[in-house]
């Protein structure tokens, strides 16, 4: 299993410009997030996924979009970007959030986004 | 929703010693608290959960405590070692609701 894989690694964007971050995993889990963190402030929730079809905000949505189309694939889709989303974005995957089977959040590793 | 809150931020020990963070959450709903460790660069790697039925759980030299009625539990590494040197993150989640993470711990071990 390759587990929870994010493309690219790395990504400079000038402000104004979209674009969207790829995350696929291959463990068959349902539940699916997308982080930022930045330092001193941890792990942020952007939105998540508990099921194809099915996504929801998480702390900090304003300036993200998100769809899941597939149980594999959870994008995260940047509008316009802008300084304030320099970051580096985690995307992790589990079969659940604490209960019943597994409760392990596998985490990708990492898209480093600079915006100018 | 649940708030996280972790301390210290920064812990220095030395080589052999034990080190100890506690994360407190508001959420009296919260029933799953894992401890994550990531070291400079790489991705956050479960180390240790704890369910809120269980008080206590060891790991060879980790152990997580639960306090359910003060709301707060602890991460305890024992015989501290360079190779723990890495920033370690608490969380917790209701079950139903995605992972909340506090603002994670800088723990460096002085050879």
């Known amino acids: 299993n390759a587990g929870v894989t994010q493309t690219p690694k790395f990504q400079v964007l000038k402000t104004g410009q979209s674009m969207t971050l790829q995350c696929a995993q291959d463990?068959?889990?349902?539940?699916m997030s997308w982080y930022r963190q930045d330092p001193g402030m941890g792990l942020r929730l952007i939105h998540y996924?508990?099921?194809?079809?099915?996504?929801d905000q998480g702390e900090v949505p304003n300036g993200y979009n998100v769809s899941r189309s597939t149980t594999e694939d959870f994008p995260l889709r940047l509008l316009s970007a802008a300084p304030s989303q320099t970051s580096v974005y985690f995307c992790?995957?589990?079969?659940?959030f604490g209960t019943g089977g597994s409760y392990e959040q596998y985490f990708g590793p990492g898209t480093r986004l600079t915006v100018t | 929703g649940e708030n996280v809150e972790q301390h210290p931020s920064t812990l220095s020990v030395q080589e052999g010693d034990s080190a100890v963070i506690k994360c407190t959450y508001s959420?009296?709903?919260?029933?799953?608290f894992p401890w994550y460790k990531q070291e400079l660069g790489k991705r956050p790697q479960l180390i240790i959960d704890?369910?809120?039925?269980?008080g206590e759980k060891k790991d060879q030299r980790i152990a997580v405590t639960l306090n359910k009625t003060a709301k707060h539990f602890s991460l305890h590494i024992t015989e501290t070692q360079p190779e723990d040197s890495a920033v370690y993150f608490c969380?917790?989640?209701?079950?139903?609701?995605?992972?909340?993470f506090g603002k994670g711990t800088r723990l460096s071990v002085i050879a």
């Open positions: 996924s508990v099921g194809a079809g099915i996504t």
């Open positions: 463990m068959n889990h349902e539940y």
């Open positions: 969380a917790a989640s209701t079950g139903n609701t995605p992972l909340v």
């Open positions: 959420d009296s709903a919260s029933n799953y």
């Open positions: 992790a995957s589990s079969y659940g």
């Open positions: 704890i369910r809120s039925n269980v």
